[in-house]
């Protein structure tokens, strides 16, 4: 185990926590007081804790995403079901009326862009939170404005999906689809914001010395 | 104080929090045990409750944000720098030869991008943070295919800025950066998902009628 904690950099105590929760397997008794880790393992713990400090997830939802790797479903298609339940997002008092509203628009976008999606899917209540927020704080103009939001995420979609498609063995799509999703949001966030800093000095600022990229291509 | 409760949904023991901890400015007394709040109390108290619920910050970070929005930094560029300085993603260990590859792949993407992104950007340690796990995790064909999530990025920002350049206050344009970038990140996440089972149903499953539309428009 100090073997597996040297590998691994994560704390003996950690190790045994999760092993007691059964988040992991325990390794091969080898002797009374040893026992003996593999590969497996490793790779199991990383995953852990990738979810916890990547992916930032509590443990209920840690346990529920690694029954998914262990018995995947053969419909890879409930997978992003399961990964969508290990995700909740707590939902703010808005009244009635905003919340209606944000539904509408959230509704209308995803006629637009003809997406099919079905009622129980779990990020519906998410959006609708997010861009009542959006209103209740009276910036009507960032609800006003979502296609491109939504087209970026098609875009970041085809891909997720693309490269799963591409893997040929169940087990390594279930994963693809669960550290893909989950680690994927960390890095959206954090590629939104070095986009961000181009995009701001091309328009906030002086230090832009070639025209703006996307204003350019509309004068082509 | 209870008619503020009331209005906003958020307990009086946690508006007794925020004025406490200073994220919430008192009320004009009015009688020896009551005081006055008006409507930029609740404003104030929503944005709180919309950073901490939706945005999962943490009350430091909350509080970094608010001397942002009260004295408004004139270059509204380094208003983004100080979204970012709110959000710290923890950092796994991992070891420094992969670390070394996810950083390379990101530099390689920013150059082939043509962002112009100082080093001073906080997102760099945490996208070479995901980027790492994903290879630490064998899953180097995720960190192969970063182009379209950063053309997603790219539509993102553009529209993100667009929005903050038409407003013509700079209070206002201070919020719409912190409310847009932050609350944002959940409201991506949210599409995404929705994305996601159109485009699983449209190629994992029997579902499809119609031909997959990405497909269908490179056929075009």
Partial sequence: MAELSRTTGVPVPTIKYYLRE?????GERTHRNQAEYGPAHVRRLRLIRALADVA????????????????????????????QHSVTAPHPAVDDETRAAAEGSLRDLVLRRGWQVGDDNL??????????TFLALGNDDLVA???????????????????????????????GVVIGTLL????????????HEDASARTFTDRATTPPRIAGKARD
Avoid: C, K
């Fill in 184 to 195: 994927g949001d960390a890095l959206l966030a954090a590629l939104r914001r070095l986009a």
């Fill in 123 to 132: 990020a519906w209540p998410n959006a609708v939170t997010v861009l009542a």
């Fill in 22 to 26: 059964g988040l992991l397997a325990p």
């Fill in 145 to 175: 404005t979502l296609d491109p939001y939504a087209e970026a995420m098609e875009l970041v979609a085809t891909a997720d999906i693309g490269v799963i498609a591409q893997r040929t063995d169940l087990e390594h799509q279930v994963e």
């Fill in 56 to 83: 930032g997830l509590p443990l209920a939802g840690i346990a529920e995403i690694l029954a998914q790797v262990d018995s995947p479903d053969p419909q890879l298609h409930h997978t992003f079901g399961v990964v």
